[in-house]
Structure formats: C-alpha cells, structure tokens
C-alpha cells in the first residue's frame, strides 16, 4: 500500500508560527527598553494593557497600520494634554506658539497666516 500525503504537517507550522510571534516579541522588546531605558515586571501593569487596547480601538483592528496610527494620535493627544504649551506676543497682532521650548508656529492675526 503507498501513503500519500497531502497538505502540510502541522507541527512544523505550528513552531514555525510560534517561532514568528517569539521573534515579533523580541524586536518590539528591542524597541522599547531605549524608549523608558529600563524595564522590569512593575512597568507591565494594567495601565500599560489598557493605553495598548486604546491605541487599538482608536485606529482600528481591520489593518496593521490602525493601530500604529492609533497610537500616533493618543500620543500625541497626551503629550499636548500634559505637556506645557505657550503663547507669546511677540508683536502687535504676532504670535509664536511654543511646545516647551520648541518654537512650533507663528499666528499673524493681522494677515490670518500660521508659519511653521
């Protein structure tokens, strides 16, 4: 009698899938200790969970890029929301918007122009 076999074997894509999600965590993991410069157990707490389905429900979970842009835009909420922005006339009518220290725009009032 000859054995035929037909389709793939299971084990081999099974380890070859576990091997692909290992190595996606040890590249995110790779990328994110420069970020916070040390991790250990306490930063992985709920909040931290919570800010990832966040980014998730924002962007989406139809694409891989949804949630990327997901977390793009709640960063960026965050850091606008916690972070001092300033407002300074610099002229009668000019203003120059500052994010910290960084000098962002300029608001002519009196032409109605914002330069970056």
């Known amino acids: 009698m000859i054995r035929v076999h037909i389709g793939a074997f299971r084990s081999a894509a099974f380890a070859g899938g576990f091997a692909a999600l290992v190595l996606n965590a040890g590249v995110a993991g790779a990328l994110y200790v420069p970020q916070v410069g040390i991790i250990n157990p306490s930063e992985m707490t709920p909040a931290a969970s919570i ?66």
């Open 51 to 116: 800010e990832i389905a966040i980014w998730t429900a924002v962007g989406g979970r139809a694409t891989l890029i949804g949630p990327i842009v997901g977390a793009f835009f709640i960063d960026i909420a965050n850091a606008l929301v916690n972070q001092h922005i300033g407002l300074e006339e610099t002229d009668d009518g000019v203003w120059s918007i500052y994010f910290n220290t960084v000098l962002l725009a300029t608001l002519d009032e009196r032409d109605f122009l914002i330069r970056g």
